[in-house]
């Protein structure tokens, strides 16, 4: 009975031993808590949510507490929800219930957000797909315009091309070139055409 008794002993020790997680009598204790941002920032009115994480993933008694500094500033839940109340800076802390750790989160209230200097017309650009056509040149020479007997008819047609395509895809429409975009005088631009951009 003592063998039997002594192995027990020795078998329970090594299995302790070879666990990194601390073993109380109410289970796997807390080691440590982070929050998922070190700093956040938001507007008046709006809102933020925090994450803890407490590790280990086994520990026993998961639950954690949240307290912010100045609630003048900001407000937070026990479910991490920040809200903001007025501008300021305000630190927010997430405790866990087993242990004590602590962790922390820099908050910063605006009076403006990102949201609200969205141009509201530019809404279509936030979801869904958009095509964008792309158009290069190369070395871009004549007139725009037939104004003289020298006329290059295809820089006309050219234009015209890009005029309709320009129309098909007003939004999505970028046209690049390179080389000699504007060959020529200054005045003969003036005079022979307006320029390729115009």
């Known amino acids: 009975m003592k063998t039997k008794l002594l192995a027990l002993i020795i078998f329970g020790f090594v299995s302790l031993t070879a666990c990194d997680l601390p073993i109380q009598p109410n289970g796997i204790k807390v080691m440590s808590v982070d929050i998922s941002e070190t700093e956040i920032s938001l507007a008046v009115s709006h809102t933020r949510t925090l994450t803890a994480t407490v590790s280990p993933t086994k520990a026993t008694i998961k639950t954690v507490n949240w307290t ?82 020298n006329y290059e008819p295809g820089i006309n047609k050219l234009s015209t091309f890009f005029k309709n395509e320009k129309a098909k895809n007003p939004g999505g429409f970028v046209l690049t070139a390179s080389g000699d975009m504007w060959q020529g005088s200054a005045d003969s631009n003036l005079t022979n055409g307006r320029l390729v951009n115009d």
């Open 68 to 149: 912010i500094e100045d609630s003048n500033i900001a407000t937070i839940n026990s479910s991490g929800l920040v809200t903001g109340i007025a501008e300021g800076e305000t630190t927010v802390t997430v405790t866990t219930v087993d242990g004590g750790h602590t962790d922390t989160c820099e908050v910063v209230v605006t009076t403006i957000s990102n949201e609200e200097l969205w141009d509201e017309s530019q809404d279509y650009l936030r979801t869904g797909t958009k095509t964008i056509d792309f158009y290069s040149l190369n070395d871009f020479h004549g007139s725009t315009e037939n104004i003289s007997a």
